[in-house]
């Protein structure tokens, strides 16, 4: 299945300041297959090792952390001659070894001609409390990327409309798109909804076709979930992260979707759920989207830890988790509308962590207006507001640009393209179009 993160791996091979690579994702998104596929077609060989298959690997980082004995060691294991920037080494699982993990310092500062890379499903809770934690971890001597479920772009080429995405990207006018298509795109985005982005989910309807069968392939993928809650989360954390993980749908289809804990049960408070929640937002399995009360530059700065939303990291899992059936496709906007626009929003959130690789943050006025989604790009603060229907309504956009005065007023609905004074209205399935997408990787 071809992915966009194929770019992002080219650029990091080519990179002048390439570092070993931490490739971060929650579980099942397709990290294992990337690399392999990377190492296969874009290396003479590949050298693999899973340290979660194969418990006797972490021996050899017992012995020694030095490059070039690893090598020699790797080699033999794999019976793959390792050769400088000719052969990709890719450490899976890597977080079952956290002295594999911290050999990545001495890789990067003793055998920078050697390619390596690295991925770990719970790498960001197995490293105390996220990426920059934990003494085995080599800060400052690694680049990043995060992988994700397929985006509705990604989705398109999997499901053989190449072109039609092509078209949609290079679409440059704000003229509407030729009604044909906007209607064919659309219905794709109603699959989409319903389907996600997983890879073994897209994969079957690609082969089957058959919906009842990708809702059962998510209803797996959802217990799987909830059986690494069992396995790798602190034990006195399980029945907090299972009931947030359970509770999701449930919070996003309140009018405002804010994360209210009194609603998991009446005396709950915040500090009693923030580790389950950390721990399922460094799972990969969470979005979390913070208020900020003034949007001024950094967003960060500004914004309220205390009050947020939450999104599922996949549109398809909300909807199984939702229990929403297949009919909701052909039955007009309803898989859009659904549950006050839950499915839409959090299609939104996923798009945009996926495309920017920010965090969310919304803003509101209290009582008098809410926008969705600020989006920080260009040094300047964009206002974007989602419409689960064809809505034309933009108070809130209006109350933020009296406000605020920002250049350019977003809104995202089911309508065509088009362009009214300073609103910009951006059909659901472009929504990515005004994120800056080029390929990169983060120290």
């Known amino acids: 299945m071809k992915r966009d993160i194929y770019q992002q791996l080219e650029a990091w091979k080519t990179h002048p300041r390439r570092k070993p690579l931490i490739l971060n994702g929650a579980r099942q998104v397709g990290k294992t297959y990337a ?14 090792l899973n340290f979660e298959k194969d418990e006797r690997l972490a021996q050899y980082f017992e012995e020694t952390l030095d490059p070039k004995q690893l090598i020699h060691t790797l080699s033999i294991y794999t019976e793959v001659e390792i050769e400088p920037q000719r052969t990709l080494i890719v450490f899976d699982e890597v977080q079952q ?53 397929l985006t509705f772009f990604e989705f398109l080429t999997a499901l053989q409309h190449e072109k039609t995405r092509q078209f949609l990207e290079e679409y440059n006018t704000y003229e509407p798109l030729p009604n044909p298509i906007h209607e064919k795109v659309s219905q794709l985005l109603k699959y989409y909804f319903f389907i996600g982005g997983m890879p073994e ?32 989360a602190p034990p006195h954390e399980i029945m907090k992260i299972t009931t947030v ?24 408070r915040g500090r009693d759920y923030e580790e389950a929640i950390q721990w399922l937002s460094d ?58 626009g839950a499915l839409t929003e959090n299609y939104i959130a996923q798009e945009l962590r996926a495309a920017c690789r920010k965090e969310l ?13 600020l989006i920080e790009e260009d040094h300047a603060i964009y206002p974007l507001e989602v419409k689960a229907g064809a809505s034309s309504k933009k108070k809130s956009l209006l109350v933020y640009q009296q406000k605020y005065a920002p250049s350019k007023l977003i809104r995202a609905t089911t309508m065509n393209l088009k362009h009214d ?22 120290d």
């Not at 309807?205 to 809650?229: C, G, P, T």
């Not at 919070?251 to 709950?268: D, T």
């Open 361 to 373: 943050y919304y803003w509101t006025s209290e009582g008098i207006a809410e926008i969705d989604f």
């Open 201 to 232: 989910v897209v994969a079957d309807y690609v082969k089957n076709e058959k919906l009842q069968i990708v809702r059962e392939i998510q209803l797996e993928i959802l217990s799987a979930y909830e059986r690494d809650f069992a396995k790798h």
């Open 421 to 442: 004074g300073e609103i910009y209205n951006y059909p659901l399935y472009m929504v990515s179009k005004f994120i800056d997408t080029s390929p990169h990787t983060n």
């Open 245 to 268: 993980w359970k509770q999701v749908h449930r919070q996003l289809a309140k009018e405002n979707k804010k994360f209210i804990f009194s609603a998991i049960r009446k005396s709950a």
């Open 283 to 340: 799972a990969g399995l969470i979005y979390k989207s913070h208020v900020v009360e003034t949007p001024k530059f950094p967003l960060s700065a500004y914004a309220d830890s205390n009050i947020f939303k939450v999104f599922l990291s996949d549109v398809g899992l909300l909807g199984a988790q939702s229990n929403l059936t297949p009919k909701t496709i052909i039955e007009g906007d309803l898989l859009f509308t659904e549950f006050k």
């Open 35 to 48: 690399l392999k596929h990377f190492g296969k077609t874009a290396y003479k060989n590949m050298a693999y």
């Open 97 to 149: 070894c956290p002295k594999a993990l911290n050999s990545l310092k001495y890789f990067c500062e003793e055998a920078g001609d050697y390619h390596i890379t690295a991925a770990g499903s719970l790498l960001g809770v197995k490293t105390a409390g996220g990426m920059g934690g934990g003494k085995s971890f080599p800060v400052g001597k690694v680049n990043f990327l995060h992988m994700y479920p």
